[in-house]
């Protein structure tokens, strides 16, 4: 019972220190982060949140072949220079919008606003602020994780902004400091890996067996991603976000970005299929430790394969569900799809996909090797339980 209590306090310490170095993290960034220059990607300095005070007009315009429903709303700016004005801004009556988006007295926008050189502002709308319900949804995502999950999911939370930590405030900044992409997003995610790892589950030998695996599948992984980014002559142009990367940082190479984000994107479902398989390993062990080496290697290599054949399946819909608007729009003319795949950010999508997949597909069999290894005899297990921790959570050896 103390060394269970221990175990339970032990995790609570860490958990409570991983919280303290989050927030010391993001106190220290946060304030001195320098200040947005006018000519930064995304909203301007110009960029202000405004509130629609009156419908002045409503009506239809004919925008080349589409009729759509235009609006001029009374906005009163919210802050910055102009705070308290009223400025008139047009919806719709010059450029093209969705269908049945139209603003409502009382709604909160963005509007760009500036002033001409005899003096006259001019309010531009620029998008919806959607902020409160995007912070609706991520309270339900939470209450919902705790709900289910209990403590493991409140820390399987706190894991994710770990990983978001060390993505946004290392991984990033570093690239942009001119560092090589490759290395950076290896080192950023092995120490965002082996935090969430412990934090979730703890000092155990499932989650030191997983670390490994984990380890050498993303070198695998990183592997055939600069093989076949470089085979396929790949150069990290088929993103738009490219095309600015270069404008503002001169130092940075495109192609080696496009290696670090496929090891990063594989990394998500290469964690949940190592811990997966370590666990069936031990957990075939405290069934029955007498099963053999080749017994328990090929009993969770079975339950694998099922996994990994969904897990591509997700993949698979996954790509192909985000880049729905792509496949629409080049559907339009009935094109030869055997040239399709020529073009860059498509032959991008293929070759990431792919190349994750295979990453997957060795995280398999690795694992298993040295789950199954590490469990092979008692003996075995009494040593390493003693410098590694217990088998699993669930477990007291």
């Known amino acids: ?53 009156q ?29 308290d004005t009223l400025v008139s801004v047009d919806h719709g009556a010059y450029q093209i919008l969705p269908r049945g988006f139209s603003l409502t007295t009382g709604e909160r926008i963005l509007v760009t606003v500036g002033q001409t050189p005899d003096g006259a502002l001019r309010a531009y709308f620029i998008d919806y ?48 400091a001119g560092a090589d992409p490759i290395w950076t997003s290896i080192v950023g995610s092995f120490i965002f890996l082996a935090v969430t790892q412990y934090l979730v589950y703890g000092w155990t030998l499932k989650t030191q067996v997983a670390l490994v695996a984990i380890v050498i599948a993303m070198t695998i992984t990183g592997f055939l991603a600069v ?46 299929l190592v811990i997966s398989q370590a ?17 328990r290697f090929g009993a969770a290599f079975h339950i694998g394969r099922d996994h990994i054949a969904a897990t591509v399946n997700t993949l698979v819909l996954a790509y192909v569900g985000a880049g729905l608007m792509m496949f629409l729009l080049f559907s339009l003319n ?22 994750g997949t295979l990453g997957l597909f060795s995280a398999v069999p690795i694992t298993n090797l040295i789950a199954s290894w590490a469990v092979d005899t008692p003996e075995r297990v009494q040593k390493l339980c003693r410098i590694f921790g217990p088998l699993g959570a669930s477990h007291d050896l």
């Open 227 to 272: 093989w076949f980014v470089n085979y396929t002559s790949l150069n990290g142009f088929g993103n738009e976000s490219a095309m600015y990367l270069m404008q503002q940082g001169e130092n940075l190479n495109i192609q080696n970005v496009l290696i670090a984000s496929i090891i990063i994107g594989t990394l998500g479902v290469l964690d949940d």
């Open 334 to 355: 009935n094109p030869d799809y055997l040239l399709l795949v020529n073009i860059n950010f498509i032959a991008e999508e293929i070759v990431r996909s792919l190349v």
């Open 55 to 83: 419908i002045l007009e409503s009506g239809t315009v004919q925008l080349g072949s589409i009729e759509q429903e235009y609006q001029i709303a009374q906005v009163r700016i919210l802050e910055g220079d102009f705070k």
């Open 279 to 295: 666990s069936v390993v031990m957990e075939l062990y405290s069934a029955n430790p007498n099963m053999s080496f080749r017994e």
């Open 1 to 53: 019972m103390k060394k269970i209590r221990l175990k339970l306090n032990g995790n609570l310490i860490f958990t409570v220190l991983v919280m303290l170095a989050m927030a010391i993290t993001i106190i220290v960034k946060e304030t001195s982060r320098p200040a947005q220059t006018p000519d930064a990607i995304g909203y301007g300095s110009g960029t202000v949140k405004g509130e629609v005070v």
């Open 129 to 176: 602020i959607r902020l409160t319900p995007m912070l609706v949804l991520f309270a339900m995502f939470v209450v919902a994780s705790i709900l289910v999950s209990g403590w493991k999911g409140f820390q399987s939370l706190l894991s994710m902004g770990v990983s978001l930590l060390i993505i946004f405030y290392f991984i990033i900044p570093r690239i942009l």
